[in-house]
């Protein structure tokens, strides 16, 4: 089955910098990609997504990249502030039709002032 | 804007006795979901639901596990005979078109079991 992985428990930045998140998953079929954000006592809350038929995709302040060769997903968050600190997830939808999300274990994202 | 709503925010419980979280999906909103967090660990999936019936579950929704849509709203989780181990985070999703839409999560239902 799909197995999904961050590349790092926590992250620490400065206020104004930007942030890159890693996440890999397992199944070269796999072709729904979303990041979610978790702040404390909440649920994930949805930030962006990407199908497999695109490599970059752009939101507000945030940027996913999807490198399908070697199985990469980035979050990039421009000028990061301090309303950013949460876990940060990646998930992905199972392929063959199934409507499931496998997540990864998450990054702690803290932003210093 | 629509969201999920979930109730209670925290449920604490005897171990053998039968819990039923209940969600409140997006109003036009066709598949369901539910997931567990427990502490410190992955989201995982539980079960998922559409057209009145389950579509997919995970090892973890064994026989304890069952899900309701009782009426046109609500969308409920019962475990049976609660167990230590079943302590966690749920949390109820939805979406329009299943595979491949964006599951838009609540707010989640702590779940003590002592």
């Known amino acids: 089955g799909e197995s999904v992985g961050l590349h790092l428990p926590t992250l620490s930045v400065q206020e104004g910098d930007n942030s890159i998140i890693n996440c890999a998953y397992s199944n070269s079929a796999s072709d729904y990609f979303i990041w979610y954000k978790q702040e404390s006592g909440k649920g994930p809350q949805f930030i962006i997504d990407?199908?497999?038929?695109?490599d970059k995709r752009q939101g507000q302040r945030v940027t996913v990249l999807l490198n399908k060769t070697v199985k990469h997903l980035s979050l990039q968050i421009a000028a990061t502030q301090p309303g950013d600190s949460a876990v940060y997830f990646c998930?992905?939808?199972?392929?063959?039709?199934?409507?499931?999300?496998?997540f990864g274990k998450g990054t702690k994202l803290t932003v210093n002032p | 804007e629509p969201e999920v709503t979930q109730t209670p925010s925290h449920q604490v419980t005897q171990m053998g006795q039968e819990v039923i979280l209940r969600c409140v999906p997006i109003s036009n909103h066709l598949y369901f979901y539910w997931y567990r967090q427990i502490l410190g660990q992955k989201v995982e999936f539980l079960v998922s639901?559409?057209?009145?019936?389950?579509?997919?579950k995970s090892e973890i929704f064994d026989d304890q596990f069952s899900v309701e849509r009782p009426d046109g709203s609500n969308f409920t989780l019962k475990i049976r005979s609660t167990k230590l181990e079943d302590s966690a985070m749920y949390f109820c999703a939805s979406d329009l078109r299943g595979d491949t839409d964006t599951q838009y999560f609540g707010p989640g239902t702590r779940l003590t079991v002592l």
């Open positions: 639901f559409y057209n009145n019936e389950i579509s997919e």
């Open positions: 998930a992905v939808s199972a392929q063959g039709g199934s409507e499931k999300l496998v």
């Open positions: 990407i199908r497999s038929n695109m």
